[in-house]
């Protein structure tokens, strides 16, 4: 079974304080992993997919790295407007994509 | 840009009520979802269609059905109303790289 873990769960940063959030996974075949930002009551927004390991995605402040089993989002010199959830998703062979419960950030001026 | 919209953004329903959720996307995409997310629980899939009339179940379709008679709308249904169905309910599509766009979500309340 197709599964993602999250971590942490939440993290809170000061203003231009870089840190990186972790997306575990373990899947089928993998077609493609997918990274998401949600803001408070709105439908997640897609911001990039990594096919294979070693690749390497940026936008803006943030760049999303992939290995075997885990993917990192990288956040540098984050601004209070970065703050959400972000989510992590993969889907593998069986064509379902599969989310993990997300990371709850916070970034203070 | 891919535009995914959905019919209301809060819904109050009372138990029982039939109760339906339009979604309608304006990139000719074959895929189609519906998810509900929960606190704690992350997004869970309800149903997905991959063509007009057709539809698969996903993790949890009980209590729910759907419909999809043009390839731009695709409906969920809940049939009889219940508390354990408050929730976020989105809708999403399926982009040329397996990406999927989602809709601004419904917040559905039944008491």
């Known amino acids: 079974e197709d599964q993602v873990t999250q971590s942490p769960e939440a993290l809170r940063l000061q203003e231009g304080e870089s840190s990186s959030l972790n997306c575990s996974y373990t899947?089928?075949?993998?077609?493609?992993l997918f990274w998401y930002r949600q803001d408070p009551g709105k439908g997640p927004e897609f911001l990039f997919t990594l096919y294979s390991a070693g690749e390497e995605k940026e936008k803006e402040r943030l760049k999303a790295t992939l290995t075997k089993k885990e993917s990192f989002l990288h956040i540098t010199a984050p601004k209070p407007e970065d703050s959400a959830t972000y989510l992590c998703?993969?889907?593998?062979?069986?064509?379902?994509?599969?989310f993990g419960t997300g990371t709850r950030l916070l970034v203070s001026p | 840009d891919v535009k995914v919209t959905q019919s209301s953004r809060y819904l109050v329903k009372r138990t029982g009520e039939k109760v339906f959720l339009e979604c309608v996307q304006d990139m000719d995409h074959e895929n189609m979802f519906w998810y509900r997310q929960d606190p704690g629980l992350g997004l869970r899939l309800i149903y997905f269609?991959?063509?007009?009339?057709?539809?698969e179940k996903g993790d949890i379709p009980e209590g729910y059905s759907v419909s999809r008679e043009k390839k731009e709308r695709f409906s969920l249904i809940l049939e009889s109303a219940s508390t354990n169905q408050t929730s976020m309910y989105l809708c999403?599509?399926?982009?040329?790289?397996?990406?999927?766009?989602f809709g601004p979500g419904t917040r559905l309340t039944v008491t």
């Open positions: 899947v089928s075949g993998l077609r493609g």
């Open positions: 269609s991959y063509d007009v009339k057709m539809k």
């Open positions: 999403a599509t399926l982009g040329p790289g397996y990406e999927q766009y």
């Open positions: 998703a993969v889907q593998g062979d069986f064509q379902k994509l599969v």
